[in-house]
Nanobody, 115 residues
């Protein structure tokens, strides 16, 4: 059984930074393209960043230049460094496969950007 555990969220002021971490257990994901998603209240979940097994990254336009996705395959971890945070980044953040063949979703980690 694959289990995803996200951590690192919190309350931060606009312009601040956070680093999210995702630990995947029960699978070896080094060959899998992974992604970070977010879901804001009343909105659909959206994919914000993805990283291939080779380390190629892509981002949604709204986070380009501010967010950086990375991975540590031996540790089965995916990270999301978020800089210059904006109130519109407020959401619950999740990690999972980048394709639609998702693992069971974790609990996510809440990111709140507010002064």
């Amino acid at each position: 059984q694959v289990r995803l555990v996200e951590s690192g969220g919190g309350l931060v002021q606009p312009g601040g930074s956070l680093r999210l971490s995702c630990l995947a257990s029960g699978t070896i994901f080094r060959f899998t393209t992974m992604a970070w998603y977010r879901q804001a209240p009343g909105k659909e979940r959206e994919l914000v960043a993805r990283i291939t097994s080779a380390g190629t990254t892509t981002y949604v336009d709204s986070v380009k230049g501010r967010f950086t996705i990375s991975r540590d395959n031996p540790l089965n971890r995916v990270y999301l460094q978020m800089n210059s945070l904006k109130p519109e980044d407020t959401a619950v953040y999740y990690c999972n496969r980048a394709d639609s063949n998702w693992y069971p979703w974790g609990q996510g980690t809440q990111v709140t950007v507010s002064s």
